[in-house]
C-alpha cells in the first residue's frame, strides 16, 4: 500500500473528481485487477483529500467503467443493486429505482442517499413529489466509475446526506483522443446505440468529452406501449497553465420516456403470474388501448398522457472551480441549474375498490349492481359481446404533471496545514439551493378484460324501469375521477466545517453542519366525483373532473446541526481498524405536509438519524475484504405512503414513526488465480419499530420490504480475449408492509455476461458480447401494493404484488478506437 500517496496527493474535491483524467486510462485494467482497483483506487467523493478506499474511515464502494457498463442493462437497480447493504428494487422497470440503504425505513426512491453526478446533486430537495432522482439522470458510456461512500464527515459536504452519498463520475478528456460506440438489441426489439468520445481541444489544457445515447424499447414487458428517448451529456475541462487548478462545465439534455410497471394480481398461494382469459400468464396490466381514452370535463375534454409513461424533456448546466490559493488554500466551488417537464404516468394495481380479476356477475355485486334486470359488457367502441365466462380487471390511470426547476450551488475553502505529526485539511463550507416543482395529478378509472394488453369494456346496464344506463363507456368508468394539484417549493441553506487529518497510523474526521430549510406549499383541494351505488350519475362524473378552486397556502422551516467523528488506525500493512459514528438529519417530504381545518400547516420537525460503524479492512496479495458491525436509530420518521382512501382514491397519508436496527457486513474479493477473481458481500440487518403512532401495536415489527439477509457475488474469468461475468443476488425474505400481515419468500437472480474482444492494433478494440438478465428467469416478488397499506392480508383469492422482471438478453458490439 503506498501510504505516500496519500501524504502527497493534493485534492479539494469533496464530491468530485479531480483525479478523473488521472484514471481514465485505469478503467481499461480493471477487470484484469479488480482486487487492486477497489483498496488501491483513490475516493475523492465526501472527503476534502483524495484517498484510498483501504484508508476511508467508513464503508467505501467504488464501481469502475468496465463494471458498470456490463450491469447497466436498464437502470440505476442494476448498478446498485450489487452494492453491500443496499436493498434495490429495480422491478418498476428503468426508473424510480427503490433504494433501501442497511438499516433505515423508505418507501424507495432515494431518500436517504442523494444521488450526485460529478458532485452536483440530480435534484436538490427531496420530496417536493414522489419522482425519484433516478427520473432526470440516465448511465451512460461517459460514466467513468460510481462511487458510494456511507457516514463519516461525506455526509455533511455539499448537498449533505443522511446515509450515505452515490455519486457517479463522468470521463474527462485527456492528451490522447479516444472514442467509443456501441450498439444493444434486445428481446422485445430494444435497440440502443451509445457513444462517448473525449480528447484535447487545444494544446493550452482544454479538454472535451461528449457521450449520450438513442434507444427504442417495446419492453422489458411487451405492453403495447413502446418508448424512446435520447440523452446528451458533456463537459469542457480546462486546467490551469501553472498547474493550479482547473475549470469544468457539464451540461445535460434529454428527451426520454419509459414506461412504470406496478404490482399485478398474483395466485395467492405461490405468488405466480396467473392465466388471464387467452390462458396466457398475466405479466402487466398495462395496456396500448388506454391510449388517447378521453372523456368531457367542466374545463374541455380531457386526455390521457398515459401512453408517454414516465417522461423527462429538458436539462441541466453546472460548472466546478478548484484554484490553490497560495499559503496552503484551496477553493473549491460549484453551481448548478436544472429545468424538466417531467410526467410520470402510470397503470395503477385495481381500481382501490376491489384491486383484482372479477368475474362479470362479481363485478356487479361489488358495485350494488347485482339486481339489474340486464347487464350488457361489450368490448369498448363494438357491439361484441364479452364471452361470458372472462375475467374482468378494473383499474385506474394516473397522470402525473411535474415540472421542475433546481438551483443549488457551494463553496468551499480549505486549509492544508501539519500540526505535529499530524497533517490536517480544514474545509470551511457553504451550500444554498432553491427548488420549486408542481404536482398536477389526475386519476382515472376504466374498465378491461383481464389480459395482457387487455381490451377495454363497455357496461351498459338495464333498470328495474327499463332504462338503459351507461355504466361504463369507451371504458371510463365510476365510482370515481379525481382531480389535484400542489406547488411545492424549498430554499436550504447550510454552513459547514470539517477537519481530516492524519499521520503515519491515524486518520482522523471530525466535522459539524447547521442546515436551514425553508418551504413553501400551495395546494388546490381535489375534487371527486363519486358515484356509489348509483350509475345514473356517471354523466355528472364526465363533466366535473377539476379542482374546486380552493388553494391552502403554508410555509414551514426547520434548522438542524448534524456531526460526526471518524478514526481509522493501521495496525500493520495489511490491517485497518476504524470506527465512526455520526448524528444527521433529514427534513420530512414537504409533500407531506398536513393542514389542519383552519389552513394552518402542521408540525414540521427533524427526523433524526444516529449512526455508529466499527470494522476492519485487511488485505493480502490475493484477498481484500472488510468486516463492519453497524447500529442505526431514527427518531420521528414522517413517511408518506399512496394508499387508497375509502372511496378507492389514492391518497398521500403521512405516518409517524421510529425504528432501530443493527447488523453485520463482510466484504471481501479474491484472485483466485491471476485471471479468476470471486468477489462477494453479505448483510444481516435486524430491525423494528421502536413506536408507531397510528397503531402502536405495530411496534416492535421488523420494517417493511427490509430482509434480514442480503447476498451478492460474482465470478469473472478472463482467457486471452475471452471474459465472462457471473454475476448473483440474493433477497432475503421480508415483510409486505408494516402491520407484517403478509410475508414475501426470499429469491435469487442470476446474471451473465460474455464476450470476445479483437484486439486491432493502436488503440482500437472490438467486443461482441451477449448480457443475460435473470438468467433462469426465477420468479419472486419485491412487495406487496402500497396502495392497500397494512390492509394487505395473505389467503385471498389473489395477491397483488410486483414481481421482479423476466429474463433478458441483449446483444452488444462495441468499438474503441
Given amino acids: 500500500m503506498n501510504k505516500l500517496l496519500l501524504a502527497t496527493t493534493i485534492s479539494s474535491l469533496l464530491a468530485g473528481n479531480a483525479l478523473a483524467q488521472d ?26 483529500r483524495a484517498r484510498l478506499i483501504a484508508e476511508t474511515p467508513q464503508s467505501t464502494t467504488s464501481l469502475g467503467e468496465a463494471e458498470v457498463a456490463k450491469l447497466s442493462m436498464s437502470s440505476q437497480a442494476d448498478v446498485l443493486r450489487y452494492v453491500p447493504g443496499v436493498k434495490v428494487e429495480g422491478g418498476g422497470g428503468e426508473v424510480a429505482t427503490n433504494l433501501q440503504v442497511r438499516g433505515l425505513p423508505s418507501s424507495g426512491q432515494f431518500q436517504f442517499t442523494p444521488l450526485l453526478y460529478d458532485g452536483s446533486p440530480t435534484l436538490s ?36 446526506s443522511v446515509a450515505g452519498v452515490i455519486n457517479y463520475l463522468s470521463k474527462k478528456g485527456t492528451e490522447e483522443a479516444e472514442s467509443t460506440v456501441q450498439l444493444e438489441l434486445s428481446d422485445n426489439n430494444r435497440k440502443r446505440i451509445d457513444f462517448a468520445t473525449s480528447g484535447p481541444l487545444n494544446e493550452k489544457g482544454l479538454f472535451y468529452a461528449l457521450s449520450g445515447f438513442y434507444r427504442y424499447d417495446e419492453g422489458p414487458i411487451d405492453t403495447g406501449l413502446p418508448t424512446e428517448g435520447y440523452q446528451l451529456r458533456g463537459n469542457l475541462h480546462k486546467e490551469f497553465d501553472d498547474g493550479s487548478g482547473y475549470f469544468t462545465i457539464y451540461g445535460q439534455a434529454i428527451d426520454d420516456q419509459v414506461q412504470f410497471f406496478l404490482p399485478i394480481p398474483l395466485d395467492s398461494q405461490s405468488r405466480d403470474r396467473v392465466a388471464g382469459n387467452d390462458g396466457s400468464e398475466v405479466e402487466s396490466t398495462q395496456t396500448f388501448y388506454a391510449s388517447g381514452l ?46 424538466y417537464d417531467h410526467q410520470f404516468n402510470l397503470f395503477l394495481d385495481g381500481d382501490g375498490i376491489i384491486n383484482v380479476p372479477e368475474t362479470q356477475s362479481e363485478y356487479l355485486a361489488s358495485r ?21 365466462g372472462d375475467l374482468l380487471f378494473a383499474n385506474r390511470i394516473l397522470d402525473r404533471d411535474r415540472p421542475v426547476t433546481d438551483f443549488s450551488s457551494e463553496l468551499n475553502l480549505v486549509k492544508y496545514l501539519d500540526v505535529g505529526d499530524f497533517s ?26 383481464f389480459n395482457n394488453q387487455a381490451r377495454l369494456v363497455d357496461l351498459t346496464i338495464t333498470d328495474g324501469d327499463n332504462n338503459d344506463i351507461i355504466v361504463s363507456q369507451n371504458g371510463v368508468t365510476g365510482p370515481g375521477i379525481s382531480f389535484s394539484d400542489a406547488t411545492i417549493s424549498a430554499r436550504r441553506s447550510a454552513f459547514y466545517i470539517a477537519d481530516q487529518m492524519q499521520s503515519d497510523d491515524w486518520i482522523i474526521d471530525v466535522g459539524i453542519r447547521w442546515e436551514d430549510i425553508d418551504g413553501t406549499i400551495t395546494r388546490e383541494g381535489s375534487q371527486t366525483v363519486i358515484v356509489n351505488d348509483d350509475p345514473s350519475l356517471y354523466t355528472d362524473l364526465q363533466q366535473n373532473v377539476t379542482g374546486n378552486g380552493a388553494l391552502t397556502h403554508g410555509n414551514v422551516s426547520n434548522s438542524e446541526i448534524a456531526y460526526s467523528v471518524a478514526a481509522l488506525y493501521k495496525m500493520a500493512d495489511n490491517f485497518n481498524v476504524y470506527a465512526n459514528y455520526s448524528r444527521g438529519f433529514f427534513f420530512p417530504e414537504l409533500r407531506g405536509v398536513a393542514f389542519d381545518p383552519n389552513g394552518e400547516p402542521g408540525t414540521y420537525e427533524s427526523e433524526i438519524v444516529k449512526q455508529a460503524e466499527l470494522g476492519a479492512k485487511f488485505f493480502f496479495n490475493d484477498f481484500v475484504g472488510t468486516v463492519a458491525l453497524f447500529k442505526t436509530d431514527l427518531e420521528d420518521r414522517r413517511s408518506v405512503d399512496f394508499v387508497n382512501d375509502e372511496n378507492g382514491v389514492a391518497v398521500e397519508v403521512p405516518v409517524f414513526q421510529s425504528t432501530e436496527a443493527y447488523g453485520v457486513e463482510v466484504v471481501g474479493s479474491y484472485n483466485i488465480t491471476d485471471d479468476l477473481i470471486f468477489d462477494a458481500n453479505f448483510t444481516y440487518t435486524d430491525h423494528e419499530f421502536t413506536e408507531y403512532e397510528s397503531d402502536p401495536s405495530v411496534v416492535g415489527n421488523e420494517l417493511r420490504r427490509k430482509p434480514k439477509v442480503m447476498f451478492n457475488s460474482s465470478l469473472r474469468y478472463t482467457l486471452d480475449d475471452w471474459d465472462i461475468s457471473f454475476y448473483h ?26 464476450g470476445y474482444t479483437w484486439e486491432l492494433g493502436q488503440g482500437e478494440r472490438i467486443r ?36 421482479i422482471l423476466p429474463r433478458r438478453v441483449s446483444l452488444r458490439v462495441r468499438y474503441d478506437f
Avoid: C
Avoid at 477487470?31 to 475516493?43: G, L, P, R, T
Avoid at 409513461?309 to 466551488?333: P, R, Y
Avoid at 419472486?780 to 397483488?800: C, D, H, I, K, M
Fill in 23 to 48: 484514471t481514465n486510462q485505469q478503467t481499461k485494467e480493471e477487470s484484469v485487477d479488480k482486487k487492486k482497483v477497489d483498496y488501491e483506487q483513490i475516493v475523492v467523493t465526501g472527503t476534502s
Fill in 125 to 160: 430537495a427531496f420530496g417536493l413529489n414522489s419522482s425519484a432522482y433516478d427520473v432526470y439522470y440516465r448511465n451512460d458510456l461517459g460514466i467513468e466509475r460510481v462511487e458510494f461512500v456511507r457516514g463519516g464527515v461525506s455526509n455533511l459536504f455539499g448537498q449533505g
Fill in 294 to 339: 378521453s372523456y368531457d370535463t367542466a374545463n374541455g375534454r380531457y386526455t390521457t398522457p398515459i401512453e408517454e409513461g414516465v417522461a423527462t424533456q429538458g436539462g441541466s448546466i453546472s460548472m466546478e472551480f478548484q484554484k490553490e490559493l497560495g499559503n496552503d488554500f484551496n477553493v473549491l466551488a460549484r453551481a448548478k441549474y436544472a429545468s
Fill in 368 to 388: 350494488g349492481l347485482g339486481d339489474v334486470q340486464d347487464a350488457q359488457f361489450t368490448y369498448a367502441g363494438t357491439d361484441i359481446a364479452l364471452p361470458e
Fill in 424 to 449: 490536517h485539511s480544514i474545509t470551511v463550507g457553504t451550500f444554498f439551493s432553491s427548488s420549486e416543482a408542481e404536482d398536477n395529478n389526475v386519476i382515472t378509472r376504466y374498465l378491461g378484460e
Fill in 729 to 754: 443476488n440474493y433477497h432475503g425474505k421480508n415483510f409486505t408492509n408494516d402491520a407484517n400481515s403478509v410475508e414475501l419468500d426470499d429469491f435469487h437472480v442470476f446474471r451473465l455476461d460474455t
Fill in 768 to 803: 461482441t458480447s451477449i448480457a443475460v438478465w435473470n438468467l433462469f428467469d426465477s420468479d419472486g416478488v419485491t412487495e406487496g401494493s402500497p396502495r392497500l397499506g397494512n390492509s394487505q392480508t395473505a389467503g385471498e383469492s389473489y395477491f397483488v404484488g410486483r414481481p
